[in-house]
C-alpha cells in the first residue's frame, strides 16, 4: 500500500484558489438545495402570515418609489425615440405601439429587476445576516423552529407578490408618462396614441410580462435569503453578502429575462 507522505498530503490539499474556483458550484448547489427545501416547507402548516405580511410591506415601502421614477424616464426616452423614428416616415399616429410594446416586454420587468434586486432584496439579505451573525437563526434550530419555514417561505413569496404588482404599476405609468410627453411635448393625437397600443401588444405580451416578474421575484428572494443565511466573519460578511446578492441576482435576472423573452417569443407569435 502506497504511504501518503506529509508533502503529497500538502500538495493534495485543495489551495485557496480551488476553494474560490469552487464557489460559484458551492452557491448554485446551495440555492438548488434551498429550493427544494423551501417548496417542502411551503406546504407545511401553519403559514407564516404575519411575516409574510410584514415583508410585503417591507419590499413594497422600499421599491414603489424607485420603481416609479425610473419608470417614467425609461417610457419617455423609448417613446420619445421611438416617436422620432416614425414622423421622418409620417407615421406618428403609431406612437403608442412603441411605447406600449417597451413597457409591457422589457422595461416593466426590467425595471423590476434592478429595484427588487437592488432595494428589496439587498436589505433582505441584510436583515437575515444580522440575524445570523447574532445567532438568532441557530437559537431557532435549537428550539427545533425550521429558519427555512419561519424565515425564507414569507420572505420568497413576499417578494414574488411585490415584483407582480410593483411590474404592473411601472407599466401602467410607464404608459401615462409616455402618453402625456407624446401628447404636450410631441403633439401626437391622443385618441391615435391609445389607439394604436393595442396594435402589436396584446393580452400574451401581458401575461409574459407577468411570468416574468412572478420568476423575478422567486429569485430575488430566493438569493437574498440564501445569502443571509450562509453569513460568515461578523460585520463585513453581512456586508460582502448583500454586495454578492446585488450581482448574483442581476445575473442571474437578466438570464432570466432574456430565456423567458425568447419563449415567450416563440409561444405567442
Known amino acids: 500500500m502506497k504511504r501518503l507522505s506529509v508533502r503529497n498530503a500538502v500538495e493534495a490539499f485543495p489551495t485557496a484558489a480551488d476553494v474560490k474556483a469552487l464557489k460559484p458550484l458551492s452557491i448554485i448547489g446551495g440555492l438548488y438545495a434551498m429550493t427544494l427545501d423551501m417548496f417542502v416547507a411551503m406546504v407545511k402548516p ?7 405580511l410584514f415583508q410585503t410591506w417591507f419590499v413594497a415601502r422600499v421599491s414603489l418609489v424607485p420603481a416609479l421614477t425610473l419608470s417614467i424616464p425609461l417610457v419617455v426616452l423609448t417613446s420619445f425615440t421611438f416617436n422620432t423614428l416614425l414622423s421622418e416616415f409620417g407615421a406618428a399616429d403609431f406612437s403608442g405601439t412603441g411605447a406600449a410594446l417597451g413597457a409591457v416586454n422589457q422595461i416593466g420587468p426590467f425595471v423590476t429587476v434592478l429595484v427588487v ?24 434550530r435549537v428550539l427545533g423552529l425550521d429558519p427555512i419555514h419561519s424565515l425564507v417561505v414569507p420572505r420568497v413569496l413576499a417578494t414574488t407578490t411585490v415584483a407582480v404588482l410593483l411590474s404592473s404599476v411601472v407599466t401602467v405609468t410607464g404608459l401615462l408618462g409616455a402618453f402625456l410627453f407624446s401628447v404636450y411635448f410631441q403633439h401626437v393625437t391622443p385618441g391615435s396614441f391609445v389607439a394604436s397600443m393595442t396594435l402589436i401588444t396584446g393580452l400574451s405580451d401581458v401575461l409574459v410580462s407577468l411570468v416574468k416578474a412572478t420568476l423575478f421575484g422567486f429569485v430575488a428572494g430566493l438569493i437574498a435569503c440564501y445569502q443571509g443565511l450562509r453569513v460568515q466573519k461578523g460585520a463585513a460578511g453581512v456586508g460582502n453578502a ?10 442571474l435576472l437578466f438570464v432570466v429575462n432574456a430565456i423567458v423573452t425568447a419563449v415567450g417569443f416563440q409561444v405567442t407569435k
Open 117 to 140: 434586486a437592488g432595494a428589496g432584496a439587498s436589505a433582505m439579505c441584510a436583515d437575515l445576516g444580522s440575524r445570523t451573525i447574532r445567532e438568532e437563526v441557530d437559537a431557532m
Open 46 to 52: 401553519p403559514f407564516q402570515w404575519r411575516e409574510f
Open 242 to 251: 448583500v454586495n454578492e446578492t446585488v450581482v448574483i441576482a442581476f445575473l
